[in-house]
């Protein structure tokens, strides 16, 4: 029998009298990879928001692993932010920032337990080097790896990415999207990553939630980078498309 990570039955999601999503539906296997992908302002993060149990549903239900969002245990998920939404001028250092993940909070001492277990997260992404230098000091793709060792520290079976590779070139997204890759297979977890890389979506993941307010679709990549549904999403194909997947466009 199939093990269910996370189901989202009909949700829908408010904000006064603007509509985030609208009858929004799928369900996600255990260890499988799922990218949201669709416009600015089509309720990706809105959708990550509520799964993580922050904002209140409207109607509908979200379940993970058979709970609700605010009753799964804290370790289970693991959570990636935007980097943008760091003040790199906290005066902070790796170390301390991956053993926030572990204890829930900010570490007034570090003693050799948490350092071990830190150090351990930060070796997994190949990030153990960069344990005492300063954050501000860090590379987009260096804090990147850093806050994807804080997410994994306490091995967590749901994995959620917003936008990981904003800020970061391409070959550090393609060194995250392969530590991504890693995690998953060697812990069977089950990632959501909203991105707005096309191609990253169409290589890395099992399934493509598209969405823009509403539901396009939930299917894998070659169904949903078909040109009829991009269409649907975005209004329009750019040249970025037809370069990646070879689409030909319609003048």
């Not at 930060?122 to 590379?139: F, I, M, Q, T, Y």
């Not at 990549?221 to 040249?239: N, S, V």
Request: aromatic letters at 8%; hydrophobic letters at 40%.
């Amino acid at each position: 029998m199939t093990n269910i990570s996370v189901k989202v039955d009909s949700l829908s999601l408010k904000f006064g009298s603007h509509t985030a999503l609208c009858n929004v539906s799928f369900q996600i296997e255990e260890g499988s990879f799922i990218t949201v992908v669709g416009p600015n302002g089509g309720g990706k993060s809105t959708l990550l928001k509520a799964i993580l149990g922050l904002i209140q549903v409207y109607s509908g239900s979200i379940s993970i692993f058979g709970q609700e969002p605010q009753s799964v245990k804290r370790t289970d998920i693991g959570y990636v932010p935007q980097i943008k939404t760091l003040d790199r001028s906290f005066p902070a250092l790796p170390i301390e920032l991956v053993a926030t993940g572990i204890l829930g909070f900010w570490p007034q001492k570090i003693n050799k337990e948490l350092k071990e277990k830190s150090m351990l997260a930060l070796e997994k992404v190949g990030a153990s080097h960069l344990s005492e230098r300063p954050l501000s000091k860090l590379s987009g793709g260096e804090l990147q790896r850093i806050y994807l060792a804080r997410s994994i520290a306490r091995h967590p079976k749901l994995l959620i990415l917003d936008e990981p590779a904003t800020g970061i070139d391409f070959a550090s997204e393609n060194d995250l999207n392969r530590l991504i890759d890693k995690y998953k297979i060697e812990n069977n977890a089950t990632i959501i990553m909203v991105t707005h890389d096309w191609e990253a979506a169409f290589h890395h993941a099992d399934f493509v939630l598209m969405l823009n307010c509403t539901q396009i679709c939930y299917a894998p990549p070659k169904i949903a980078f078909e040109e009829k549904t991009l269409r649907r999403a975005f209004g329009h194909i750019g040249h970025e498309h037809e370069m990646i997947f070879g689409v030909k466009q319609n003048d």
